[in-house]
Every structure is written in C-alpha cells, then in structure tokens.
C-alpha cells in the first residue's frame, strides 16, 4: 500500500490540460512543502519534473506546474504532447525523515 | 554534470545476499545523501531508505529493518546496498539517488535483481 494516493490514470487530448492528484496526511504533503513529482518512461528511470511543490528543475518544460492545498497537491501538464505519455509519481518528506511515493498514474494521450 | 553509476544486474537464490553500488561524479559527493528506490516488475516506486554521505547517518523503511544496510565510501564517492535473505518479493529494479535539499532529485540508471531458485 503506497503513502500516498493518486489516481490510477488519466488522459487527454494533444493540446488539452490534465490534472494528477496526490493526497497525503499532515505528516508529509500536508505538512511540509516538500512534494516532487516525477516522469518515468517504460524501462527508463525516474525523472525529477517539479520539487518544493511548484519548482521547476533546469531543463524541464514550463508546461508542467506543481501546486498544493491542504493534504493534496497537483501536477499539471499545459498543452500535451505525445512524449508525455508516461507514469508520474509523487514523492513527499515525512514527519518520519523518510520519503513516501504515490502509487503512479499512467497518463495516456489520445 | 551529475552522474549516478550503479553496478550490473545480479541474479541471486532466496536467502542470499546482494550488494548493489552506485558511483557518484560531477557534484560534491558528501555534501549530499543518497537514497535507495526500488521497483518490481509492473509497480510503483518504493522507497527504501537513505543515507547521509556527509556522517554516515541511515534512516531505513521500517519494512526493511535489519535486513538492509546502507554504506557510503567517501574516497570513491561510492554507495552501497546490500540486501540480505532475499526472497522472490525481492525481484526488483533498485535505483540509487541523490537527495538535493529534501528532494530526490538525480537517479541512477537501475540495477535488475533477479531472485530466483
């Protein structure tokens, strides 16, 4: 059973906007402003997409956006394309000092 | 640029041991951690534990304790996990990763640990 919870899949559209979901506790995204999600294409590792909630790494495209509100944060992918087809995890630091990861979404567009 | 080198693939039979590595270049190895992720086969990410290339320090999941242990070899800018009484729930892809602030931020590319008898 993953820490966190995020829905199973989405889809969309080329052009069209998608929302993941990741909901935690107040012992991780809750509480601490420390939710990263990452991009994970079959047989590749992990790719850090956005950190500290909303940030964006060097090099990633201003099309994806990070936001959080309460026990729930969000990932959002502007104006899709094919190549973002792939799972996105969560990832939170915990009360714990530990990390926790959502369960994945498969983001498949149409 | 930061690279995260890990070791082959291995094929072990429940109940032995596995000791996976993983090279760090183009940063400062100790002033950062390394954290350890692992992926079975169809499934999500699961993280496994952290170590602070800085003291030593380890912070392991409680689902792992005692059969897990993390190392770090400052002189090489290597860590390491090894794995002990593997079972086949064990069959994974491990990745190690660099810890920046408190996110993962750099992956290894993954090393395959087949257990099999």
């Known amino acids: 059973q993953s820490a966190l919870t995020q829905p199973a899949s989405v889809s969309g559209s080329p052009g069209q906007s998608i929302t993941i979901s990741c909901t935690g506790t107040s012992s991780d995204v809750g509480g601490y402003n420390y939710v990263s999600w990452y991009q994970q294409h079959p047989g590749k590792a992990p790719k850090l997409m956005i950190y500290d909630v909303s940030n964006r790494p060097s090099g990633v495209s201003n099309r994806f956006s990070g936001s959080k509100s309460g026990n729930t944060a969000s990932l959002t992918i502007s104006g899709l394309q094919a190549e973002d087809e792939a799972d996105y995890y969560c990832?939170?630091?915990?009360?714990?000092?530990?990390w926790g990861f959502g369960g994945g979404t498969k983001l498949t567009v149409l | 640029q930061v690279q995260l080198v890990q070791s082959g693939a291995e094929v072990k039979k429940p109940g032995a041991s596995v000791k996976v590595s993983c090279k760090a270049s183009g940063y400062t190895f100790t002033s950062y951690g390394i954290s350890w992720v692992r992926q079975a086969p169809g499934q999500g990410l699961e993280w496994m534990g952290w170590i602070s290339a800085y003291n030593g320090n380890t912070n392991y999941a409680q689902k792992l304790q005692g059969r897990v242990t993390m190392t770090t070899d400052t002189s090489t800018s290597t860590a390491y996990m090894e794995l002990r009484s593997l079972r086949s729930d064990d069959t994974a892809v491990y990745y190690c990763a660099r810890i920046g602030g408190a996110s993962i931020d750099y992956w290894g590319q993954g090393t395959l640990v087949t257990v099999s008898s």
């Open positions: 990832s939170s630091y915990t009360s714990s000092s530990t």
